[in-house]
Nanobody, 124 residues
């Protein structure tokens, strides 16, 4: 069992660079692929970024590629999402998710554990 707790969200301005964190419990964290998803009001949950268990492979949605960076620190059981050049359309509830397989995926149904989410609101 893995429990995930996100933090780092809040209200910011366009162009800002907040960093989201996701703290995971469980001794097998380092063997899980991790992902970030987001859901804006009235929209479906969408993939943002994913990272393989060893951190060597990452995958991004086109909408955030070049602006967001996913990373992980397995010693701290934490995955991060560095968000740069924020845009108002990045406003959403951001979720951290864990996948028990070692293959990174952009599909929500591949993830086994989810956090409660942290809200990111970007003003223009």
């Amino acid at each position: 069992q893995v429990q995930l707790v996100e933090s780092g969200g809040g209200l910011g301005q366009a162009g800002g660079s907040p960093r989201l964190s996701c703290a995971a419990s469980g001794r097998t964290f380092s063997s899980y692929a991790m992902g970030w998803f987001r859901q804006a009001p009235g929209k479906e949950r969408e993939f943002v970024a994913a990272i393989r268990w060893g951190g060597g492979s990452t995958y991004y949605a086109d909408s955030v590629k070049g602006r967001f960076t996913i990373s992980r620190d397995n010693a701290k059981n934490t995955v991060y999402l560095q968000m740069n050049s924020l845009k108002p359309e990045d406003t959403a509830l951001y979720y951290c998710a864990a996948d028990r397989t070692t293959t990174i995926s952009s599909m929500a149904y591949d993830y086994d554990y989810w956090g409660q989410g942290t809200q990111v609101t970007v003003s223009s």
